[in-house]
């Protein structure tokens, strides 16, 4: 491998190999705000296309899941919050623990609120790659 060719996979490695957390914990207090913003007319898929802290996938699978659901059943749609994997929700989360890219929020005003997130490495940043049941094995969610 030449010395260039070297340098070239050097500068696609993240700037840290321990996640940015704090990517994942912005994120979902920002989804907080979004969803209870009552006079916000923009819609959920706007909004996470919007977003440049999530990462493309992310982003086609919430949209394949909202469009397979809403024909499923247009009316209803899923029933429950696909992000939260939750009907309800707290008011704001922090950080409970960490597993590797993935962590684990917990409301700061329910504590027994648990959620998991995913991260992932992308051109040098960490991403939200997973939330609720978008991109997150079932045996890492939260069980309710």
Sequence with gaps: MTD??????????????EPNYEVAIQFINDYLDFINDLES??????WISKRNDVTVEFKNE????????KKNDFEL???FDLILDAQDNPNEFELDK?????LIVKGK???DFRL????????????????????IPENKRIKR
């Design 4 to 17: 260039s060719k070297k340098e070239s996979s050097k500068t696609t490695t993240p700037l840290s190999s």
């Design 41 to 46: 007319e923009i819609a959920l898929i706007d």
């Design 62 to 69: 919430l949209k394949r899941i909202i469009d397979k659901a």
């Design 77 to 79: 749609g899923l029933g």
């Design 98 to 102: 960490t597993d590797s890219e993935f």
């Design 109 to 111: 005003d329910w504590p």
């Design 116 to 135: 998991t997130l995913k991260l992932k490495p992308e051109d040098n940043k960490w991403l939200v790659d997973g939330a609720g049941i978008i991109n």
